[in-house]
């Protein structure tokens, strides 16, 4: 009996150091799965971040990229009006050095340039006193013209240095003139709208349109003349309109015709019969002048004659007087009686 108990006993001391064997095995593998799987997901965790700080360096860079590197802009400005000109929107801690480059018409290229770390300022060949910075170019890189006129139209590029790039930005500069605009009949009742001195060119329309003929004449500043001169002899009218168009604005004008073209149809009458009858009165004059001058010789001629006569046949009368005895005879009987 007591072999049996030692042998029963020995089989379950046995049975428990395998359980108690397994039971370890198994929470040590437990243990190392845990353990993997918290490294696996300390290592995704790490991956994770690593990816979203590669995203946003390269979010960083491509911001970077879309910032234009070069721009340029078409810019229209009226005369005698203030122009500004902005470089990129680059934050100005970031620029070490700032070049304005100006380019005008007939003109030398004129720089002015900033260098930040030493504050400083240079220009060369920037003889208008007009273009200036804008305010202190520690503060504000701007550019302005006050006034514009016509020479400043040309090219205006601002190029900035910084650590991550070059960065430019131009402008096309052009000037806007308005033109004078006048509208008056001429004296052979046609009329002529003119827009003159304007930039650019200005457009003239008719209302109603008539025979027109347009003119177009070129400044040296860059301006234009524009003249139309128009004329309705089919249809007599008594009110015309002149509209010209303009970037800076249109502008109408008006003219009434009826008074004119009939003054001036009178005038030609007016002026055409005084000259016929003045014509016709100087041709009668010398005519009658001519004839009464003929006559006046010719009464002349014949009155000249018989006095020559006389006084030719004189010493014959008296002759025949003297020697003739029947005459004698004949006075002395009479005489007489």
Not at 39 to 57: D, E, F, H, L, R
Not at 269 to 284: A, K, R, S, W
Not at 324 to 337: G, H, I, M, S
Request: with cysteine; charged share 20%; glycine share 6%.
């Amino acid at each position: 009996m007591l072999c049996t108990w030692r042998t029963s006993d020995l089989r379950l001391l046995l049975t428990l150091i395998v359980f108690l064997v397994v039971e370890c095995i198994s929470a040590r593998g437990q243990s190392l799965n845990t353990t993997s799987n918290s490294s696996m997901q300390q290592t995704g965790k790490g991956n994770y971040s690593s990816a979203s700080v590669n995203g946003s360096s390269t979010d960083k860079r491509q911001r970077k990229l879309e910032l234009p590197a070069e721009v340029n802009t078409s810019l229209s400005v009226p005369v005698d009006t203030k122009a500004v000109f902005d470089c990129p929107p680059i934050p100005l801690t970031s620029v070490v050095v700032t070049t304005w480059q100006i380019i005008l018409r007939d003109k030398l290229s004129c720089t002015r340039a900033y260098r930040r770390d030493r504050n400083e300022t240079k220009e060369g060949n920037c003889t208008d006193e007009r273009i200036i910075w804008a305010s202190r170019p520690d503060e504000n890189l701007a550019l302005q013209i006050d006034p514009v006129a016509t020479t400043h139209d040309g090219f205006y590029m601002c190029q900035m240095v910084t650590p991550d790039g070059n960065f430019h930005r131009g402008y096309h500069l052009q000037v806007l003139v308005p033109p004078e605009v006048t509208l008056l009949q001429s004296k052979n009742g046609t009329a002529v709208c003119r827009a003159a001195a304007g930039k650019p060119a200005a457009q003239i329309s008719w209302t109603p349109e008539g025979d027109c003929v347009t003119e177009r004449e070129h400044w040296a500043n860059g301006t234009v003349t524009i003249q139309s001169t128009c004329r309705w002899e089919d249809h007599p009218l008594s009110n015309v309109s002149c509209s010209v168009s303009h970037v800076t604005g249109n502008k109408s004008l008006s003219l009434e015709l009826t008074q004119g073209a009939q003054t001036t149809a009178n005038l030609r009458f007016l002026y055409i019969i005084p000259c016929i009858f003045i014509v016709f009165v100087i041709g009668g004059s010398i005519w009658l002048l001519k004839n009464s001058g003929c006559r006046k010789c010719k009464l002349k001629k014949t009155e000249a004659n018989p006095g020559v006569e006389e006084d030719e046949m004189q010493p014959y009368a008296s002759y025949t007087e003297k020697n003739n005895p029947l005459y004698d005879t004949t006075n002395k009987e009479r005489c007489r009686f």
